[in-house]
């Protein structure tokens, strides 16, 4: 199950990705904000991490205005790693390399062709594990410290 979840600054391209996880057959909870609903980003952040260390959901994908926001506050919630993501490149590597259970985008900064590629590589992709699991337990063990 992917959860997924914007700000007021990002429910157009949420809707956008939503038609696209439909259509590819990808099962889905939207945790809001809907269309005319102002949404402050640490809020749906902090929703959208919590299904995903809760076990509800095991990807996310969160969007404001920049994407940053969102990526800032989701990787306060301990458990998480939130990628931050522009481009195609990165949305891989963010799986491969890091294990980020989501992915944050900026609907003021990429538009929704972009937008539907990340998505798309990001779900394809799959964790090498490895020296890269070794990394990320190293992440993992900062909050411990
Ligand atoms: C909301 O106006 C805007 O600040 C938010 O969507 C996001 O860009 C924050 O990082």
Redesign the pocket.
């Given at each position: 199950m992917i959860a997924i979840g914007s700000?007021?600054?990002?429910v157009v391209l949420k809707d956008v990705i939503k038609e696209y996880l439909e259509q590819n057959g990808y099962e889905f909870k939207d945790f809001g904000t809907q269309k005319d609903v102002p949404m402050d980003?640490p809020d749906i952040a902090e929703t959208v991490a919590k299904a995903i260390v809760s076990g509800e959901c095991s990807k996310g994908i969160l969007i404001?205005?920049?994407?940053?926001?969102?990526s800032i506050a989701a990787n306060k919630v301990k458990g998480i790693r939130a990628a931050h993501t522009t481009d195609v490149f990165s949305a891989k590597m963010a799986k491969q390399h890091n294990d980020a259970q989501i992915i944050c985008l900026?609907e003021?900064i990429t538009g929704p062709g972009l937008a539907l590629e990340i998505v798309d590589a990001y779900l394809k992709s799959e964790h090498l594990g490895g020296r890269h699991q070794r990394r990320v337990d190293k992440i993992m063990a900062i909050e411990n410290k």
């Open positions: 700000d007021h600054g990002g980003y404001c205005g920049t994407g940053i926001g969102v900026g003021r």
